[in-house]
């Protein structure tokens, strides 16, 4: 089965720095790759997503970005705000034998915006 | 148009008792899932449901069932729990293989 990894578990920066969060899948047949934000106690919530057909895309401060032949995603934070903190999970989405698809979680990065 | 609700919200349970998770979309989403979200693992598919009728186990399914009632919901029942499915349990739905999946909001699981 799909197995994503991801780094870093945790990460600090500044307010209006940059934060990066990097990921990794296994299974060549995942073509769907989404990114979930997660506040204390609160569900998760996707915040942007991506498919294999595309290389990039950006939605205001975030962005993500994909590179098929390695096998790795990456999201992006710009200008981060307080608001910001929260866990974020990636995922990659590979098919089932059946018609859902399988939708694994990397383990999450805890993101802390220090004002 | 609530979207994805679960019941319980917060449940404790003596080893050995058994229990059913609720979950039910008003999404008309043929897709739905069971999670476990534990501390430093993220969320780990327990059992999913394609279509009305159909369930098949995720990365975790042992200690779970799951029965797929009609459209609408998906339940997971404990048949005799134990301390190490303490967790929170999320259910979610999706309406398409690239499409987002909605969550419930989660219920806490202790197992004592």
């Known amino acids: 089965g799909e197995n994503v990894e991801q780094h870093p578990s945790t990460l600090s920066v500044q307010e209006g720095d940059s934060a990066v969060i990097k990921c990794t899948y296994s299974?060549?047949?995942?073509?769907?790759f989404p990114w979930y934000k997660q506040e204390l106690g609160k569900r998760p919530q996707l915040i942007i997503d991506i498919r294999s057909n595309v290389g990039e895309k950006k939605d205001q401060r975030i962005a993500v970005t994909l590179n098929k032949t390695a096998k790795h995603f990456s999201l992006h934070i710009t200008e981060t705000q307080p608001e910001d903190s929260a866990v974020y999970f990636c995922?990659?989405?590979?098919?089932?034998?059946?018609?859902?698809?399988?939708?694994?979680f990397g383990s999450g990065t805890q993101l802390t915006v220090l004002p | 148009n609530a979207g994805v609700t679960q019941t319980p919200k917060f449940q404790v349970l003596k080893t050995g008792q058994s229990m059913t998770l609720q979950c039910a979309q008003d999404m008309n989403h043929n897709s739905m899932y069971w999670y476990r979200q534990d501390p430093g693992m993220g969320l780990r598919l327990i059992y999913y449901s394609a279509s009305e009728g159909t369930t098949d186990k995720g990365e975790v399914p042992n200690g779970y069932n799951v029965s797929r009632l009609n459209k609408r919901e998906f339940s997971l029942r404990l048949e005799s729990a134990a301390p190490s499915q303490t967790s929170v349990y999320f259910c979610a739905t999706t309406g398409g293989a690239h499409t987002e999946a909605f969550f419930g909001q989660g219920t806490r699981l202790t197992v004592v």
């Open positions: 995922a990659a989405s590979s098919p089932t034998s059946g018609s859902a698809r399988q939708l694994t």
């Open positions: 299974d060549s047949a995942s073509n769907y």
